[in-house]
């Protein structure tokens, strides 16, 4: 991977193609959307490791970036309209500006206006494979405390994308589940992020772990794979940790009683 990451043709050719055909779904043949397929499936295998497989020099600068650590209106912003509240725009210093100047080769893998395309495949696409791959990109992108992934975990916020990786929870496909799990629990590492995630998608999370009645999220429960429910919980894991009101939350939803009985059911086996 290392090697592919330094060939600048071949990162600049799979995401030029791979995001820019990606606008137009209605007027794709199959063959196409394959291809768009594979161009997200190999970004996402890229996207690994990156803050330990690159050098400080390829990594560049960041000071251009700092806007996007700040929320302008403090509480009052909610994720500068994310999950539906808008904020009034305004002009001048707060206008978010992400490329201030040019990035090319290996620094567009992970570069904040990367963002915005992946959430366009994640909004628009229905092809599972390229919804796991897009998810799993930015999973590897938003992990740990690389000064980049932290921007990255700002960017999705700035692009209202946390209510779409939610909407993702909802589908049926256990692998697009998992990923989009594990994206948010890294999305979490946000304080902002957080705290929107455990307001506004605690119950989508509960919903897909096994237990309750029947009718509701029981039936789901069955299908998750073992993977699938260990990336839920550690995303409830990380939502609720130092955070009082997402711990309630989860009270709420049900989830301290589904926690309970799979440790109980694995337990047992």
Same mark, same amino acid.
């Given at each position: 991977?290392?090697?592919?990451?330094?060939?600048?043709?071949?990162?600049?050719?799979?995401?030029?193609?791979g995001?820019?055909?990606?606008?137009?779904?209605?007027?794709?043949?199959?063959?196409?959307?394959? =291809?768009?397929?594979?161009?997200?499936?190999?970004?996402?295998?890229?996207?690994?490791? *990156?803050?330990a497989?690159?050098?400080h020099?390829?990594?560049?600068?960041?000071?251009?970036?700092?806007?996007?650590?700040?929320?302008?209106?403090?509480?009052?912003?909610?994720?500068?309209?994310?999950?539906?509240?808008?904020?009034?725009?305004? /002009? !001048?210093?707060d206008?978010v500006?992400?490329q201030?100047r040019?990035?090319? !080769?290996?620094?567009?893998?992970?570069?904040? =206006?990367?963002?915005?395309?992946?959430?366009?495949?994640?909004?628009?696409?229905?092809?599972?494979?390229?919804?796991?791959?897009?998810?799993g990109?930015?999973?590897?992108?938003?992990?740990?405390s690389? /000064?980049?992934?932290?921007?990255?975990?700002?960017?999705?916020?700035?692009?209202?994308?946390?209510?779409?990786?939610v909407?993702?929870?909802?589908?049926?496909n256990?692998?697009?589940?998992?990923?989009?799990?594990?994206?948010?629990?890294?999305?979490?590492?946000?304080?902002?992020?957080?705290?929107?995630?455990?307001?506004?998608?605690?119950?989508d999370?509960?919903?897909?772990?096994?237990g309750?009645?029947?009718?509701?999220?029981? *039936?789901?429960?069955?299908?998750?794979?073992?993977?699938?429910? =260990?990336?839920?919980?550690?995303?409830?894991?990380?939502?609720?940790?130092?955070?009082?009101?997402? =711990? /309630?939350?989860?009270?709420?939803?049900?989830?301290?009683?589904?926690?309970i !009985?799979?440790a109980?059911?694995? !337990?047992?086996?």
């Amino acid at each position: 991977m290392q090697s592919v990451r330094v060939c600048i043709e071949c990162v600049h050719s799979m995401i030029a193609y791979g995001f820019l055909i990606a606008i137009c779904f209605s007027l794709l043949s199959f063959f196409l959307l394959q =291809t768009v397929e594979n161009c997200v499936c190999i970004l996402r295998n890229l996207s690994y490791r *990156l803050a330990a497989e690159t050098s400080h020099s390829q990594q560049g600068g960041s000071e251009e970036l700092d806007g996007l650590l700040c929320d302008t209106g403090g509480k009052d912003a909610e994720s500068s309209g994310c999950w539906g509240k808008k904020k009034k725009k305004k /002009k !001048g210093h707060d206008q978010v500006r992400i490329q201030k100047r040019l990035f090319h !080769g290996i620094q567009m893998l992970w570069h904040p =206006t990367i963002v915005k395309p992946y959430l366009t495949l994640l909004s628009e696409c229905s092809n599972p494979d390229t919804l796991e791959g897009a998810a799993g990109a930015l999973q590897n992108l938003a992990a740990g405390s690389w /000064k980049w992934s932290v921007y990255i975990r700002a960017a999705v916020r700035k692009e209202k994308g946390l209510p779409i990786l939610v909407e993702l929870l909802r589908i049926d496909n256990d692998r697009v589940v998992c990923a989009v799990a594990t994206a948010l629990r890294n999305m979490a590492l946000d304080i902002r992020n957080k705290e929107l995630i455990g307001k506004y998608a605690m119950r989508d999370l509960v919903h897909r772990l096994p237990g309750g009645s029947a009718n509701s999220s029981g *039936l789901v429960g069955k299908t998750m794979s073992d993977d699938t429910i =260990t990336a839920i919980c550690c995303a409830l894991h990380e939502v609720i940790t130092k955070n009082m009101e997402n =711990t /309630k939350a989860l009270r709420d939803a049900g989830g301290i009683e589904k926690l309970i !009985g799979i440790a109980r059911s694995k !337990g047992d086996k």
